[in-house]
């Protein structure tokens, strides 16, 4: 709920018309979001959102596209879209829902369960070490833009899902959202206790409220085009960070590189495909 | 008997041509000396020449073979005719060979006719390695004894008289060769050779020129062996190409501007050449990070109001199966060939099958009603992908193409075509939708609804692939789910009412009709009348709307005592002492047909990876008749 008042501001706040406005999804609870704006929208497949929104992308520049994603649907069965998402670098916003446990088919461990987590698929506490989707997304070939924002901090969402938006290139931006259903009390630590997150400010960033300030005394002066420092903080040692990680607005976008020309007039298509007949043209002997 | 060249003096070349209606040409060599080039060269000649042919590749299964061996045979089969030829023919009445080895596997195929002439490179009688020389004068003396007709020619050694690399020159020298010793024009035969350099500029064209020429004199001065085959003069221009090439400009010609693709043989030749040509008309290739990216960044393509089509063969179709399913329950057009290779799994990525019909019918989950076409020849993969993106938008589905290795690789004339504006997908719709407009606002007769894109002012909603109800809410309501199977199902009978019935060719009425499709339809019609000439009453039909299929086939069947399918996958065969008529597998079209028109059929094919012969149909059309 957090997330769709958020992005309804947003899409007010940035005057978008909202026939050029499509909210892709794959499967999960994260997904039913397109169903939710007043907006275009694309439900398709687990794991499958983030190919779905580059076709629409290449096809259709002109449209400003927005991924919803979870845990599972982007770092499980979707992880290698994902990583070739960041590469492709297509001008979208993405928002991983990631409550770190599966929803909708009813507790599963996902892949960013912490160790221990009691689940449907792990009665005795997941095995594994959690994934780190801000790692992984930095680590990415052409990567230009990572963020994390809580769903309890409306404002510093709003700011970071916005600055995501006007990043042109593949936003990033996980989202600590809480599953109220299967695992309620997860997030609490990091919720009640405002020394554990760690706030990035700056001004080529978000700019802390005096309020947020007041609240959060865990901050860092964080330059969002410093990716080693970016690093060091997504694997969260100082707190978990909340802002914008990393930004680099120089990564050339694929829909820009491959430059699609649009739909030629007839004419032209006529005459480019006549050049070709023309190669492969066999005229008989007189 | 068959006697051996090397040993006869040089004969005069004034020895006049033995006119014949049609032979077959193969050109075997490993992997990178230039046979397939030669083939295709020595092919657009006799098309520029005024005759029918048909090209069969013979790709080797390796990237890099080692030399010399079988399995690295690669090369070209040529078929050329007075009249127009549809397929790849019988065994090869003439072979040249580069080295002795490469032929080995073409024999135990059995693709050398009796007393089949063997151009043979002589070289390896005087190799440094004795087992060299040994293994190639044991091949030469079997041939002889085998009742072929060995030429051994010198080829490398007359190729150094004129350049200094003779292992890439070579098939340039024998395209000099076949051209003097089937009569072609040798002026024609240069400028196919300037067209087919014309990128690499005279620094590349003038030394294979000479090549040419040299293999014609070579010929003229030293073979008695001449050929003529009349050409029936083309009264129009004419293309030659290979299927690959002939999709990719039907995907340029359709106006499609989105090609997702993952690499997967046969079909990436496809999508090189659309990579090369696309852009030209405003297209787009994707090289997606899989299949399943490939087909899903096309139907999000698609989606937003530009129909996209996705390239791919057996394997890649498989993975898209997930993407299909979801078009069709959204709703989306979307084009899908696959041009299918040997199965199952991996299979054998290069050679022939038809083995992908019912898993383009029925392989999704659940029940995804979506067109199935498949084209038979080089002209109708052009015209398919046209007709097939237009059945995508207009019926707002997935129609899947079905070509085949055999179609991919064999170069084959067809009328070039004329450009028709009408073939080009209409500019993406951003007009505002009136009044209360829903996405899936099914008509109750046809399942057609109103396609809606993004951009579209008061059309706004959000499609699933979760049953849904008319506006696109996800429905959990037993009704809603059923109108909605209903609707989607409806569309496909009422593309089906548009469809015409296909012909009967051959006897309209008789003993015994023969069902096929794809890219067999050439290999049957010629056994069919062979079979005719002797006094049997046969017909056959060659099915290119498979799903759904036109209506009169069943009425065309009941004017035959028998029917039977030929198909390039597999059957079981009832001579098996295991197989009755309780626990027969049935090839896929004899499955379907018997299915929907409760007829016995029989059915019969191969899966040996080869395209299907016009001789082997011929003895199964005898043995069902006597």
Redesign the interface.
Known sequence: MAILTAVQRLCRDEKLPREKIVFVSGIGCSSRFPHYMNAYGFHGLHGRALPVAEGIKMARPDLNVFVNTGDGDCCSIGAGHWIHAIRYNMNMTVMLHDNQVYGLTKKQASPTSPIGLKSNTTPRGSYLDAMDPLNITLAGANVSFVAQAPDWIPELLYEIIALGFRHRGFSFIRILQRCPEFVPTMLDPWMQDPDNLRLLDHEDGIRLSPNLARTYRNQEAHDPANIDRARELASGNDGVPIGILYRNESVPCYEDVLKPDGLMPPEIVGGRLEAEFDKYTVKPAE | MAENERRRPPSPSAQAAETLAEHVVEIVSDSGEGAQKCGQSFA?IA????NGIWTVEIIPAEIQPPARSVAGASGNRVRLGSGPITNGGDAADLVVAFNEQVLLGRIAANELGPGCIVLLESKWEEDRDPAIVASYKKVRDELLEGGYRVCEIPMEAECLNHVADARRGKNMFVLGLLCRIYSM?LG?ALEQVALTFAKKGDAVIAPNQRLVEAGWEWAEANLDIRFQIP?T??TE?????NGN?ALG?GV??S?M??C?MYPITPATSASHYLSD?F??????V?Q???E???C???????????C?VTITSGPGYSLKQ??IG?AVM?EIPLVVINVQRGGPSTGQPTKAEQGDLLSACFGSHGDDPKVVLAVSDIEDCFYSVIAARKIAETFNTVVVLLSDASLATGQQ?FR??D?D?HW??P??DQSPIAGDAMPYDWDLQTGLAQRIV?????????????AHDRSS??VYDPEKNQEGMRSRSLKLASLQKTLKTPPVVGDQEGELLIVGWGGTKGAIQEAVERVRADGHRVGSMHLRFIQPMASGIKDAMQRFGKVMTIENNWCDSLDDEMIDEENRRYSSLALLLRARCLVDIDCWGETKGQPLRPGSIEQVIRAKLS
Do not use: N, W
């Open positions: 657009t098309a520029r020449m005024g024009e024609l050409a003069p083309a221009t004419q293309l030659v190409m090439t400009l340029m010609a106006g501007q989105v997702a040509v852009q030209a008309v405003g297209g787009v994707h997606a990070e899989d399943i990216a490939a899903t960044f096309a139907i999000g393509a698609s989606y937003a109001g530009k996209a997930e993407g979801l959204a004339p070039r075509p450009f504006t080009l997908a500019p993406v993004p951009g579209q002012p008061g059309g706004v909603h959000c499609l699933t692939g979760l809410h996800i």
